[in-house]
DNA sequence: CAGCCTCGAGTTCC
DNA sequence: CTCGAGGCTG
């Protein structure tokens, strides 16, 4: 499809007027493709051919050339994008409510966090989730200096000069009182008026359509030029704040309220509520308003009001615990299930794809649903229970398709009366479609597996996948489009092939890679340095690349942290080998023990595995039940999560992977994590008896919080038990073993809280 | 031992 | 974003 650089000289003026507007459009929106999504619709070669031949058409037509010329943006490669900008505080997501029922257990685990105050009232503020794109807007003595989008949470892009042109963005903060330095945090979005006015506009030029509010107004601030955005009219709510110099408010409710006054728009229905009632009611309330605001909402957040609670009730992985969204039930439509395809990934699960008839839900046009696993398929939960009424899904099917949580389609209807006569319940395969295996269910999971592993193409490439995605190596230039290309074409058979790609043909590989459908000489070195770049890697970041069952983004940080350095976890996995197999044994013989105790009387009672086992086992070293054991006392994993790992390792032809790819890396090891001024870092703490000021999760919390960990029994690895009344053998034990016990004040004291 | 909480794995569309 | 399951708590 690409076009080549013919002779523009050969053309008439209105050929070439025809054609240069043309190749505007089509190169603008190959920018806009570029910046929108991972993988450009136009690969690099023939970007590269279509703005030679657009340039040249300009040189030899002086007169066409426009005032927005591309050719004023070849300083600035388009490749290059937007600045990337970290956010000092990470911008979090939400957890959703989806019932009224949802937000009472919400409100209930606050009261439960904080039952040690008596009397404390909690309150809530309440207002409408706007439809949008976050951003986050930094202000330096009242000046904005620097805007950013969220990104992954954690790196967003500089977009500054698209949100200078937001009239309800200040350029300079009103009124007094603000910090000297303050990130305001808020929701960038498109009214309906302007959306509406915008498509107007957009149709009597002959352009394009635009499809709903958000992604419109997404595409417009990752405009490059920012007269485009400007004629956007985006607005602006502020409803939250990030890095701030100082504290500025007592409560959500005041700080938003100070927000408003230093010249932000903050939204009117903003609430304070003093109880679960007045949530749910503020919460119908907007909901029938909805069609009336004149913008996209999709639902209500509830935040606890007062800061210093907020601080102390603390966050999830990447969510707030003191806030939840409450979402506007789903969108349904109906259509036709046109087949039924089976997608196997990188553990080798199968999993059922719906392909439909393309129908629009909520504004988004679905052609594909999960369909989860066999038995959704087959209108069963893992039990047994009927789903559904116990309706299976067949092809051909009328089915009810919805977007949960507005994104994933899933199906969660079947239309018995509309189904074809003659039709059949769908046959899961029990073979894998990918490479022939066998495909396994274990008992208990309802999960169907390629048993194939790295046999199977298709976990393969899987496999490079994850190594390449965000959280792991994400080599900028090296997608998962392209490793799948590279995988297929035998240029990558595992992750140490991509630091051995360079040579991996000779000297010619660059020019090789350049034949290939998509890379030109910029896109191929660059990717090289890429490459290069990531060879020095953070320990936590490889551990999670290798793509380890059970061992995700949080575990492998856990991991990283405990053992510190690459070698130390070798070393530890390595000698923990023998006692996991041992225990494997043992848990085995357990289980079997207990069926026929079962059968018996079900009377007798099993004594703790690992003790029996370890005792009756001298055959494993000492150092190596050690080493088992703090594997398994890390919090967070146990014995499946242990038994992967340790298995993983040791595999040889898994180990062989592992060491070749080390080979090429330079691992840097974990630091310490961020206990300035902490007098608890590195240590650990046991807490025990009843604790009057705090609750457990709290204390350990604030304990994890200032770098050091919580563990839930007394050994010769604990530095600190704190003893509250009514502490029984966990006291004694300490008293044992000659370790330091305090109470909850001098806890208090000792983490700064006295 | 059950229930709760958190994490991992898989998924869609832009 | 959801679901299932692993791990921990009471």
């Known amino acids: 499809m690409a076009d080549t650089e013919r002779d523009v000289a050969g053309l008439s003026e209105s050929a070439a007027r025809a054609e ?28 590269d ?16 050339r426009r005032a927005d010329s591309l050719s ?29 029922s949802d937000v009472e257990d919400f409100v209930a685990r606050g009261k439960k966090f904080f039952e040690r105050e008596a009397g404390l009232r909690l309150a809530f503020t309440a207002e409408p989730k706007i439809d949008g794109l976050s951003a986050s807007l930094r202000y330096e003595k009242g000046r904005f200096v620097r805007g950013a989008t969220r990104g992954d949470g954690a790196v967003g ?27 305001v945090r808020g929701e960038v979005y498109m009214s309906h008026a302007e959306f509406r006015a915008l498509n107007a506009r957009s149709a009597a030029e002959g352009g394009q359509v635009y499809v709903n509010p958000r992604n419109t107004a997404a595409g417009s601030l990752r405009q490059l030029d920012p007269s485009v955005t400007a004629k956007r009219n985006l607005k602006f709510f502020a409803y939250a704040w990030g890095h701030v110099s100082e504290r500025f408010a007592e409560t959500q409710f005041e700080a938003v309220q100070k927000l408003g006054e230093w010249g932000f728009t903050i939204n009117p229905h903003f609430k304070l509520c003093m109880n679960v009632e007045e949530m749910l009611a503020h919460y119908h309330l907007i909901e029938s308003r909805r069609a009336t605001l004149g913008y996209d909402i999709d639902g209500v957040v509830y935040k606890l009001d007062d800061l210093r609670l907020q601080e102390r009730w603390g966050y999830v992985a990447r969510a707030p615990r003191w806030a939840i969204a409450h979402k506007f039930p789903a969108e349904l439509a109906w259509t036709e299930l046109e087949a039924i395809d089976i997608q196997v990934g990188r553990t080798g699960a199968l999993s059922p794809v719906a392909r439909l008839k393309p ?12 369909l989860h696993n066999e038995d959704y398929i087959a209108g069963r939960d893992n039990e047994g229970n009927p789903i ?100 297929a074409d035998g240029w990558i058979d595992e992750p140490a092939d991509i630091f051995t790609l360079r040579d991996r043909h000779g000297p010619g590989t660059a020019q090789q890679l350049q034949d290939k459908d998509g890379w030109g000489e910029k896109s191929a070195e660059k990717l090289f340095d890429a490459i ?140 310490a994590p961020d206990t300035a001024g902490s007098r608890v870092a590195g240590k650990t703490v046991v807490f025990t008896g009843t604790l009057e000021k705090l609750t457990r999760s709290e204390a350990k919390a604030k304990a994890e919080r200032l770098g050091a960990k919580v563990a839930g029994s007394v050994s010769a690895n604990t530095d600190l038990v704190v003893a509250g009344p009514g502490a029984g053998s966990k006291l004694k034990q300490a008293e044992q073993l000659g370790i330091e016990v305090i109470d909850e004040d001098a806890w208090l004291a000792l983490v700064g809280e006295g």
């Open 20 to 47: 240069y507007q043309r190749l505007h459009e089509l190169l603008s929106a190959a920018d806009a493709a570029y910046f929108e999504k991972d993988n450009p619709e136009l690969s690099d070669a023939d970007y």
């Open 49 to 64: 051919a279509l703005k030679r031949r657009y340039l040249a058409i300009e040189a030899a037509f002086p007169d066409l």
């Open 72 to 100: 004023e943006k070849v300083g600035s490669a388009p490749a290059e994008g937007f600045a990337k900008v970290i956010h000092q505080v990470p911008m979090l997501s939400l957890a959703n409510a989806f019932e009224d």
């Open 157 to 183: 892009e500089d977009i500054t000069a698209n949100l200078r042109t937001i009239a309800e963005i200040p350029d300079q903060l009103a009124g007094s009182g603000w910090p000297d330095v303050i990130e």
């Open 359 to 370: 129908v629009t839900v909520g504004g988004v046009v679905v052609s594909n649903a999960t």
């Open 388 to 487: 559904r009424g116990g309706k299976d899904i067949r092809v051909g099917d009328w089915v009810q398709v919805y977007r949960a949580g507005d994104v994933i389609p899933k199906v969660a209807d079947v239309d018995l009366d509309r189904r074809p006569a003659g039709s059949a319940p769908f046959q899961f395969p029990h073979i894998c479609p990918e490479c022939g295996s066998e495909a396994i269910r274990e008992e208990g999971d309802s999960v169907r597996r390629c048993s194939g592993g790295l046999i199977c193409p298709a976990q393969a490439v899987e496999k490079l996948r994850h190594f390449v995605s965000r959280a792991a190596f994400d080599i900028e230039g090296l997608g998962s489009k392209q490793v799948e290309q590279f995988h």
């Open 532 to 671: 290069d770049a990531r060879q020095t890697i953070d320990l936590r970041r490889l551990i999670f690349a290798l793509g380890i069952r059970h061992v995700g983004e949080v575990v492998s940080a856990d991991l990283a942290r405990h053992y510190g350095n690459w070698r130390a976890l070798l070393a530890a996995l390595d000698q923990a080998y023998p006692a996991m197999e041992r225990h494997l044994e043992a848990e085995a013989a357990v289980l079997v023990e207990r069926a026929r105790a079962a059968d018996d009387a079900r009377k007798a009672r099993i004594k703790p595995v690992r003790a029996a086992a370890w005792a009756a086992e001298p055959a494993v070293s000492v150092q190596s039940r050690g080493a088992w054991d703090e594997l398994t006392g890390i919090e967070g994993i146990g014995d499946t999560v242990g038994v992967a790992l340790v298995a993983a390792f040791a595999q040889q032809a898994e180990r062989a992977s592992i060491n070749r790819l080390v080979a090429h890396l330079e691992v840097v090891a974990e630091e």
